[in-house]
């Protein structure tokens, strides 16, 4: 039984890469590391818990002609403090909130750039879709600037970002 269960499950695996192949449809892989980005390290703490409590602070993501940018842009936590980032986005396309550091978002975009179609549903990212919310729950474990940004090919450039300062 256990055989044909490896069996049945590596034939899954390759009916799904070729499907894919003979389509021409690739389907984002939430979690899966590109380009040397890994999604299971996190710089600014660690995912919280959704059944503890948490303070809850609203992010709008928003644009006007070509500028995009997140309300608010500044955020300040105390350390080992859980938030619940309510995520809502007023904009007309798809938008990212993706906590990190300001210089691997910096990397994270550029490398977006050659994977625009990538996805992003970790525990420190999400892919909001227009007029749509989503939620994140995050717990603040180390002291210090980390920064939240829009990391969709051209929304970084754009300065679609904000700063999460921890004390």
Not at 48 to 60: E, N, Q, S
Not at 72 to 79: C, G, N, Q
Request: glycine share 10%; charged share 25%.
């Amino acid at each position: 039984m256990r055989r044909s269960l490896i069996l049945t499950s590596a034939g899954a695996l390759l009916f799904g890469a070729a499907s894919s192949f003979l389509t021409g449809v690739i389907a984002p892989v939430p979690g899966l590391a590109h380009e040397g980005h890994d999604h299971g390290a996190f710089s600014a703490g660690e995912p919280g818990d959704p059944k503890k409590p948490a303070r809850v602070i609203k992010v709008r993501m928003r644009e006007e002609g070509n500028k995009k940018f997140f309300e608010p842009a500044r955020i300040e936590v105390r350390r080992g403090e859980q938030i619940r980032f309510a995520l809502q986005n007023d904009g007309g396309g798809p938008h990212e909130f993706v906590l990190a550091t300001a210089a691997e978002n910096r990397k994270h975009a550029d490398e977006m750039k050659k994977l625009p179609e990538m996805e992003h549903d970790d525990p420190n990212a999400k892919r909001v879709q227009a007029s749509t919310g989503a939620e994140l729950v995050w717990k603040f474990t180390k002291r210090g600037e980390f920064q939240f940004a829009c990391v969709i090919p051209g929304h970084y450039d754009a300065a679609m970002f904000g700063t999460i300062v921890v004390k």
